[in-house]
């Protein structure tokens, strides 16, 4: 199956928001759960998108979706593994670190986006995107300084891999999404993820009263918002992309405040608002600047 054509801008921008909400639920959900075993929480997460993501490709297909995987070629492989690394990643630093400080160190997926984007896209990058980057630095470094043990800075350590992979996936969409539908790369991705999972901690336990938590992380906050950011980034340029997903980092903290009790620390605070701070100035700054080269680039 070809590509489908790119959506309208606006709805484009209004979709990767919605898949940003669903992402910052992450946190709250994984707070209710009576097992908290990282690897075991991983692999059902996944285990559950897999399944999700079966339902949907088969359903867009209206038929089998295996096919569509083996189109992909080495493409898909790609993107695939960038999805298992966040799938994986993401999941084991919130066991281990607050999601505040997991999802604060994500937010710098969008400099490593631009930066990348300037690699393989040709993205212009100006001096506001060095300054943001260096700024973005010092508040992670503040962060974890005065706020953080030292498994948690162990958890924002794997949480590095999440921006790691993100800003390579956008940029792997973004240049090959109009030759081969990638979307069946986040069912690869998924079971990536558990086969990783599953050899590290077999047996694995799945106690009845986590079970509709873990359905819901699996298919409302993972399989469906991803499966739609591949078509929602089509439009869009690649930092555009990484900065609406920001939403997830403001988001995410509020939520696990507000409905599971957990506290955000003075240091995670006022790193985090240098952090966005940075972010959200380059973004503004930077726009006119990468828009010219990111349309002569080949998407």
């Known amino acids: 199956m070809l590509p489908r054509p790119s959506l309208p801008r606006r709805r484009a ?24 075993e990282s ?5 059902w997460r996944s285990f559950f998108c897999a399944a999700t993501m079966l339902v949907l490709l088969a359903a867009q297909r209206r038929g089998n ?21 966040m799938f994986t990643g993401f999941m084991i630093a919130l066991t281990m670190t607050s999601v505040a400080n997991a999802l604060v160190v994500m937010s710098v997926a969008p400099l490593l986006t ?37 498994e948690g800075r162990i958890g924002m350590a794997i949480a590095l891999c999440v921006p790691l992979a993100s800003s390579a996936q956008i940029v ?36 009845v009263a986590d079970l509709p938590i873990l359905v819901l992380l699996g298919s409302v906050q993972l399989a469906i918002p991803c499966f739609l950011l ?13 900065l609406i997903a920001l939403l997830e ?12 009790d957990e506290a955000i620390s003075a240091a995670t605070l006022q790193g985090g608002l240098v952090v966005l701070g940075a972010l959200v100035v ?9 828009a010219p080269a990111t349309r002569a680039a080949p998407v």
Do not use: Y
């Open 13 to 36: 921008m209004l979709l990767l928001a919605f898949c940003a909400l669903c992402w910052s639920v992450a946190g709250v959900l994984t707070r209710r759960l009576e097992h908290t």
């Open 39 to 43: 690897l075991d929480v991983t692999f």
């Open 65 to 85: 979706p295996l096919p569509a995987i083996a189109r992909m070629g080495w493409p898909g492989l790609v993107s695939g593994a960038m999805w298992g690394t």
């Open 114 to 150: 631009a930066l990348l984007g300037r690699i393989v896209l040709g993205t212009r990058l100006g001096a506001f995107d060095w300054i943001a980057t260096l700024l973005a630095g010092a508040g992670i470094a503040w962060m974890v300084r005065d706020g953080v043990d030292g």
């Open 172 to 207: 792997v969409l973004k240049r090959l999404q109009a030759q081969v539908d990638l979307a069946p790369a986040v069912l690869v991705g998924a079971l990536l993820s558990c086969a990783f999972t599953l050899a590290l901690a077999w047996p694995m336990r799945l106690p």
């Open 230 to 242: 591949v078509r929602a980034v089509r439009p869009l340029a690649p930092h555009e992309v990484a």
């Open 249 to 260: 980092v403001v988001l995410g903290p509020i939520w696990t405040w507000l409905w599971a």
């Open 282 to 290: 380059n973004a503004l700054l930077g726009r006119r600047a990468a």
